[in-house]
């Protein structure tokens, strides 16, 4: 098997960078969970996406700031080392961050499933949804083998039909919705707590961004591009998923998007253009959901790479030939494939928001207590950014607290195994390694 899973320097451009950047972004955004923020949101939720919108050009900031001053292929995992130190904090932290992108993977794939089921008459909740969910991850598997180069070169070519064709749906809605904006004012339906709680949701839809991060000096010129790569990403990702929110709420009722949350896209094509519509807007989500979970499974099993070669977390061969990248890459579609065959969209994308959002917030804090003088970060936007995940947070936790419980317990005990985990890791492999040196927090 050729060793293609190695960093390599300078293997990724710009152009590739942000491909891959909107290509996660997008595939997890617009078509997964426009239907679900409407569901929390009401008729605001094409506001929720800019409210979210907000809140990550905060949270983007610390990152912007560490990949300037230390572009690093270990992204994150590096970032939170120099923060709290070679401990159960950064390996806590760092793994809560793997699997809300692992978690992703396996939304998008999912969103795959349902939105290829619309060309069919086969029932939303069919069993044909996980197996072709499980087709789309094991595809990525093969595809991310294949190396830097491809990836990025597919990358671009499937942003670009992905960013026209959504860009062809908003431009038709808009016209047949004569561009009407008056369901963004019916706020009978909404409570701020809901707003908040799809803001949530919505930050899950740029966190893709960190997918440049982690892939940091494998891009050309790092220092300068990583932090451009970010920006053009967000940018993007911004327009389109306002200009696509407000088509979809012009020609859907609110009752018929949250009916249809799971593929809200294909069925807001249904009623303006008829069943070609729904054709081309399924075939742009089959290009997204695929470059999505591609990208994503590109940049998060460099991640596990990155903690396992730290010594942050346990890897075990098993026999398999390769390398520890070929191998972390197969663990994480592996887990995303458990994922998308026994949750569904909703509690997916909820576990993943968690995950991410309180990771986001160790991130920050730990920049401004330790590192925003090295980095030249200004204090008052870190903690700006930290009060804005927890009142976010917070009210999403809240809202599914009342809603779906479940969600809420399963999180929390995923949290505490993550960390008590490591913390017994990371002591019994000090004991049984005299001469390693690691904190135990």
Known sequence: ???????????????????????VMIGAGIFA???????QAG???????????????????????????????????????????KGTLTASFSLLMYFSMVINESLVARTFGTYTLQLFDVGENSWLVPVLAVSLLIFAFIVNILGNEFIGGMSLVTAFIKIAGIAVFAGVGLWLSGVSVTKLTETKQTSGGGFLAATALGILA????????????????????????????????????????????????LDEIIKARDYS?????????????????????IVATIS???????????????????????HRHFGMPGNIQQHTLLYTIVMAIVLAMFFDLSRIA?????YYIIMDIAMHWGVYRKLRKEIGANGFILLTAIILDIIVLGAFLYVKGTSDPLVLIVSGLGIVFI?????????????????KQMDSM
């Open 33 to 39: 969970l426009t239907g679900q923020m409407a569901e």
């Open 206 to 253: 740029y966190k893709g961004f960190t997918t440049i991060t982690n892939s940091g000096d494998e891009l050309k010129e790092p220092k300068k591009n990583v932090s451009r790569a970010i920006v053009i990403s967000i940018s993007i990702c911004v327009v389109i998923y306002l200009l696509v929110a407000i088509a979809v709420a012009g020609n859907l009722s």
């Open 43 to 85: 008729s605001l939720f094409p506001l929720a996406f800019l409210s979210a919108a907000l809140v990550t050009a905060f949270s983007s900031y610390t990152y912007i700031k560490l990949s300037n001053a230390h572009p690093s292929a270990g992204g994150i995992a590096m970032y939170l080392k120099m923060a709290y130190g």
């Open 1 to 23: 098997m050729e060793d293609s899973s190695q960093y390599r320097k300078d293997s990724l451009s710009l152009p590739g960078a942000v491909a891959m950047g909107t290509g």
């Open 265 to 285: 896209l294909a069925e807001a094509a249904r009623p303006a253009l008829g069943e070609y519509a729904v054709w081309f807007t399924v075939g742009i989500a």
């Open 419 to 435: 960390f008590l985990g490591e913390y017994w890791f990371l002591h019994w492999n000090s004991e049984s390694d005299p001469t």
């Open 350 to 354: 909820s576990l993943g928001a968690i």
């Open 292 to 314: 999505g979970v591609i990208a994503s499974a590109f940049a998060v099993s460099r991640m596990l790479a990155m903690l396992t070669k730290m010594g942050l977390v346990p």
